[in-house]
């Protein structure tokens, strides 16, 4: 589908609030029967075709005595979900008196399978059909979502009988997806939400898939694969990874299935995600997309996949969820606390102002350590993730773990503004517990920042994104392993610190130390201090202290008891360019060319 008939059906569903719903719903409430009615119609222009095929099967049921129907219907409209009901959408338009419409649409709503009806109650739409028949609206929605100027459908509308000429394309359920994500960004925009929350820009997912499947395409075996996305939105994520793994499996010759997994704590968004799935004819799929928070309501404990993408929420409270699990002090969910470097209660728990790692730490607590392949994971944050936190505190531990276990094997930083409702620097962390020998011990850093392409017009914050030419650069930066101006590759313990505590004596007005009961020196609270030491120090702590301290402070010590562990990683500080300053001769000839142009400007002042 081209951008024009795109752009057309959102301005068309986004022209119906205004047409429709303004006088009755104040604007943020508009999404409220907008986006439910998007996927109603969509449910229904699909089953159309099949309509009256269902009615007769549902008939030949019912004289039969038999009541369970969802299966035996579901299978004659060909698809993994149905209506049973008399109606088709378009019926309804004929109805001329409020409270027949209001009979009929319910008992239309009431028609579809148990898997439609969970969609329905989690965008408590039901809630929305008074206010609709009160204002005698509803029948003017409805006539707006059947006009035959769109094309909800995925299939063509053709302008002759014989079809060969179409009026308006299908619409496929990638596409459909799209607009779905469109109308909750323009939704949140008018609102001043937070559309990031729910929408990644198909440009970033692409090359996220990318980046997961491409290295390891010589490895995909025919075989069923897993993925799992748990901050799932409206299932875009997944969607786009799993037509990236069936095309490259097509390529090499080999036949895949993909099992896709998610979760999602916003009511209207789970509903979507499950709706695309139905609408995508996997039936078994949506029943995959769990409700709830990840954090503290894991729908999928004992789970393990073959491949994971996300975009967690970042710079969001988790303190809800800490509460639920306990209180942040005596958490003990073990994707977050684990058995690590001699601490059987390793804690990984960060802030609870932000938690965007726990859910890096929680796809890696579902990675598969018995298979050939291993897992993969792709997945964004802001800056935060690389270096907030002290040493021993929980997102620097979260960054020891997975660095000293080896399963960090790139981070890329992504252009400002590449998202819609930030334009803060991003980052894409890419994880593997099977690394490619060349691999292995190293992290590959990638600046990327200043590739992207300018959108003629902005998406919100959102002015660039990555064409595929951009996106195959960067996937051959990664693929080539190689240092360069966008590449840099370290060591693990590049990242690696000391953070030791320097202590130093309390002296006597004698210029004697005062020594304890048990003869130890008393420490000079005010004189204590910390030393930063890297682990890639020659010599280590007992070098750096001989070498930085000890020449400034030759009476002091370190309290060994106190030492502790730290990682962080800094872009900045590798990929650093320092402005180039002019030349003495440049400034030099900057100064006489203006002397030049202004010769005899101050005679003419004075003389006036």
Known sequence: M???????????????????????????????????????????????????????????????????????????AGQSFCNSSPFCLRDLTSRAKKQTLKADFIAYLDGFSPNVQEILDKFKFRNQIDTMIDADILGAVIEKFVSPTINLSPNPVYKDDEKKEIRLPGLDNHTMGVIFEELIRRFNEENNEEAGEHFTPRDVVELMADLIFVPVADKIKDATYSCYDGACGTGGMLTVAQDR?????????????????????????????????????????????GFGSTLSNDQFPTYQFDFMLSNPPYGKSWKVDADKLGGKK??????????????????????TSDGQLLFLLNNVAKMKKTTELGSRIAEVHNGSSLFTGDAGQGESNARRYMIENDLVEAIIALPENMFYNTGIGTFIWILSNNKAEHRKGKIQLIDA??????????????NCEFTSEIRRQILDLYMAFEE???????????????????????????????????????????????????????GGIEAFFEKEVKPFAPDAWID????????????????YKPIQLRTLEEITADIRSLEEETDGLLAEIIGG
Not at 253 to 279: C, R, W
Not at 501 to 527: F, S
Request: charged share 30%.
């Open 560 to 575: 060994e008891k106190k030492t502790k562990i730290g990682y962080e990683i800094s872009f900045t500080k590798y990929f």
């Open 330 to 351: 005596d958490i003990m969910d073990s994707r977050f606390v684990t058995n690590f470097a001699d601490d059987p209660n390793f804690s990984m728990i960060p802030r």
């Open 245 to 289: 793994l069936m095309e490259l499996a097509e390529k090499a010759g080999k036949k895949v299935s993909i099992h896709l997994f998610g979760q999602e704590i916003n009511p209207e968004t789970y509903a979507i995600a499950k709706s695309d799935l139905l609408l995508q004819g996997q039936g078994d799929q949506a029943d995959h997309i």
């Open 449 to 462: 920042t200043s590739l992207k392409s300018p959108l003629r017009k902005n998406l919100g914050k959102k």
């Open 2 to 76: 081209d951008n024009q008939t795109y752009n057309s059906i959102v301005n068309f569903i986004w022209g119906i609030a205004d047409d429709c719903l303004r006088d009755v719903y104040v604007r943020g409430k508009y999404r409220d029967v907008i986006l439910p009615m998007t996927v109603i119609r969509r449910l229904d222009a699909v089953l159309e075709e099949t309509k009256p095929a269902v009615l007769e099967m549902k008939k030949k049921l019912d004289e039969a005595g038999i009541t369970n129907q969802t299966a035996a219907l579901c299978n004659t």
């Open 484 to 538: 360069n101006e966008y590449s840099k590759i370290f060591d693990n313990n590049e990242f690696g610190y000391w953070k030791v505590t320097v202590l130093r004596p309390a002296y006597n007005e004698d210029g004697t130390i005062q020594k304890d009961k048990k003869g130890k020196p008393v420490v000079n609270k005010e004189l204590t201090d910390t030393e930063q030491i890297p682990f890639t120090y020659e």
